[in-house]
């Protein structure tokens, strides 16, 4: 029945049938469905032509009320496995729920897909949570970027290793509430090589060509193909006004760049380009993607950063 309950929700996404899918939910969900159905309709092209299958699920027992922001762990062990799952939840109604993960597969971006059920009368299911992740980025799965992290941590290429462990943990976990011993191996490694300077929820300065950039955060994309560096930035009053010349805005963006790359040479080897991205709260102001050959190192300036 579960599985049936999962395959009639993914069906409802591929053909589309957003209303239906409202309706096979949990009113408490269904009352802000905005978020589900952007991302479902979103996905709907890609589960044209993809193989749907159900890779795993786990029934949870929640029918005992927890205490208000205790959160709540579950201990599942997949059909034929030792390995032992942890589902955490910070805040789950009393009740009884199942977690349903499928993999779309066949197609040129696959996708997994998390779905959170809640039994509302004996054997009907209803969603209760939506999640999707993409499988591949750039071509590649998370098992081909664990590997490669590990080989460019074993060469002390740091920031490429981090990077690169970052986007294998992006890859193979279905959902930020689901952790394995694996999943804990991959972020031991990830913490061994992560860089000096790099800090969550704080401005990174940045020195290029004369002028003080706060970087907001670096990430990864395959949006281009192949594996892009991305630098997000708040230009301060001044350089936010040159971002309003075409010229000025490219030269800045391409100081950055070439910054960057004079401090941290070795991101030439492990990503195809940059994308610098200067953003002002939720706007951005302007973006510019290079590929590593048109972006000349500039002379090394001091990096303004405190390591964590």
């Known amino acids: 029945m579960l599985t049936g309950s999962a395959r009639n929700m993914m069906g409802q996404i591929r053909n589309g049938d957003i209303d239906g899918l409202r309706s096979n939910t949990i009113p408490a969900v269904a009352s802000s469905f905005g978020g589900i159905a952007s991302s479902a309709e979103a996905l709907k092209p890609d589960l044209q032509q993809a193989t749907l299958t159900v890779d795993h699920i786990y029934v949870l027992d929640a029918t005992q009320e927890q205490s208000a922001g205790t959160g709540i762990q579950f201990f599942c062990s997949p059909a034929s496995s030792t390995m032992t799952v942890v589902l955490n939840f910070s805040d ?28 509302t009368g004996t054997n009907q299911w209803k969603l209760a949570g939506f999640f999707s992740k993409p499988m591949t980025m750039a071509g590649h799965d998370g098992v081909w970027y664990w590997e490669h992290a590990r080989d460019y941590s074993q060469k002390k290429m740091n920031w490429d290793a981090w990077f690169y462990y970052q986007t294998a943990a992006f890859l193979l976990d279905p ?29 990174m300065p940045l020195n290029a060509n004369g002028a003080t950039f706060q970087i907001i955060s670096y990430e990864t994309s395959g949006a281009l193909g192949g594996l892009d560096f991305v630098v997000h930035y ?75």
């Open 175 to 203: 959902a930020d509430f689901l952790s394995s011993p694996n999943l804990e191996k991959l972020n031991r490694e990830e913490n061994q090589v992560r860089p000096e300077g790099l800090r969550a929820g704080s401005p």
């Open 234 to 308: 708040t230009p301060d009053a001044n350089q936010a006004a040159q971002l309003r010349d075409p010229v000025a805005a490219r030269k800045q963006a391409v100081d950055v760049m070439s910054s960057l790359l004079s401090a941290h040479p070795e991101l030439r080897e492990a990503f195809r380009g940059i994308w610098i991205r200067a953003d002002q709260g939720n706007a951005s102001l302007f973006a510019l993607e290079l590929p590593m050959s048109e972006i000349a190192e500039s002379k090394p300036e001091p990096m303004n950063s405190t390591p964590r």
């Open 92 to 119: 789950l109604p009393a009740g009884k729920y199942a977690v349903a993960i499928l993999h779309a597969t066949g197609v040129a971006k696959p996708e997994q897909i998390s779905l959170v059920l809640n039994e």
